[in-house]
């Protein structure tokens, strides 16, 4: 493999597929950018600018007035704890359920499977899970923004392998000592899976922050929209953020840049999040998807 990247044809090779990633990250950046500036900018930067990645004159009067709005910061927070309690959820019932279900002597193994199999190729749809949530009375609530995605089959089916690939000589060391299936899941099992765990709640957290249609379904209440719905409403009108009664009246809010620092606000905590847990993201992303 080497000695085909120093033949000339592997050189010139190398270096278009360089150049085409670096085009392909630039693509990508600059549009963020440019966002991250025009949250910084006037509004009339903004409007007579097409397009810049540093503003002319420097303002934090768009996060001023997001952040004075009690709409904004009260959707951060339910976000924020939809969030946390929704991704503890989904790891819970994925683990607790892919355990067993890696174990060969499980009695109703292969039912099981074949019931996951099933769900992890036809899903119930929009309808029928609207139905189910409303008929179990969690709309409205917090519970209908974590609890219909509890568990995923394709991610159980993951860490089941994952499981299956730890040697049986230290789950039958363990129990020789006495240990339950508990003790084993807990006290061997996990210890040895932190690249699964940080991946998957990696992936459990950046869905639910970033999903908007489960409170566009299930949430009437405006006072419960999460951060993402709230962000949906703010582009389609800047009123939903209306906080007259604590502003001068003759103030005029920044509508263009409001609308690029919520954006950011709302995408800036799953980019400090993930740093922490790169280092396990790569092992955590094959480790489990091989074999079945």
Known sequence: MNKAHNTKPGKVFDMLNLLFLTFLSVIMVLPFIYVIAASFAT???????????????????????????????????????????????QLFFTFTFAYPLSRKYLKG????????????????????????VKNLGLLDTYWALMLPGAISPFNLMIIKNFFQEIPL?????????????????TKIM?????????????????????????????????????????LRQITMSSSALNNSALLDPNYIPPEQGM???VIIVATL????????????????????????
Not at 169 to 178: F, K, Q, V
Request: proline share 6%.
């Open 43 to 89: 509004e009339a930067e903004i409007i007579t600018r097409p397009f810049f990645l540093w503003p002319e004159s420097f303002t934090l009067e768009a996060y001023k007035y997001i952040f004075s709005t009690p709409a904004f910061v009260r959707s951060l927070f339910v976000t924020i704890g939809v969030t946390i309690g929704g991704t503890f959820i």
């Open 109 to 132: 193994r292969g039912l099981l499977l074949n019931m996951v199999i099933f769900a992890m190729l036809f899903s119930g749809g929009m309808i029928p899970t609207f139905i189910v």
């Open 169 to 185: 000589e230290l789950e039958e060391s363990a129990r020789m000592d006495g240990a339950t299936e508990l003790t084993i899941l």
């Open 190 to 230: 996990l210890p040895l899976s932190k690249p699964v765990i940080a991946t998957f709640t990696l992936f459990y957290a950046v869905g639910i922050w970033n999903d908007f249609m489960s409170g566009l379904l299930y949430m009437n209440d405006s006072a419960k929209w999460p951060i993402q719905l709230l």
């Open 259 to 261: 609308k690029f620092a």
């Open 269 to 292: 905590p799953i980019l400090i999040f993930y740093p922490f847990l790169q280092k396990h993201f790569a092992k955590g992303m094959l480790i489990g998807s091989v074999k079945g």
